[in-house]
């Protein structure tokens, strides 16, 4: 019996869920989807996180908020999710010199507690100068 069980699990065990069903399955809760949100509490992910990685800071940010901070993700499937909404819901408003954020990048920003996303993403975007 234990050798069955075992026989229909192992698939499923070397089972790695594609970015797009990871992020059903972890953020679309909240943010729905189409990554619309519910903006002012649930921000959108369309659009405006190309704009904001205009500013150095917010590539960490990305990582640091609550949601993907905290979440069972592991650093190289939660990159995956991130680069994986970039691109899907945000192609056209990321800056030229775009590159996707890495495995490594994303392990050493989710060590940082982000404590205040939403002065942390004032102080840190939408202050940015654009000149």
């Known amino acids: 019996m234990t050798a069955s069980l075992l026989a229909l699990l192992s698939p499923v065990a070397g089972f790695a869920a594609s970015p797009r069903i990871n992020y059903l399955l972890h953020c679309s809760g909240c943010h729905l989807p189409g990554g619309e949100g519910a903006p002012p509490n649930v921000p959108s992910l369309r ?50 010199d775009f590159e996707l954020l890495s495995t490594d990048e994303v392990s050493n920003a989710r060590k940082e507690i982000l404590a205040d996303p939403l002065q942390y993403r004032i102080a840190h975007w939408r202050n940015y100068s654009f000149d």
Do not use: C
């Not at 190289?76 to 408003?93: G, I, K, P, R």
């Open 47 to 96: 659009g405006e996180l190309g704009r904001m990685l205009s500013a150095p800071a917010m590539r960490a940010y990305l990582v640091r908020v609550p949601g993907s901070a905290q979440s069972a993700l592991s650093d190289s499937d939660l990159a995956e999710v991130v680069n994986w909404m970039l691109m899907e819901f945000n192609a056209d408003t990321l800056p030229p």
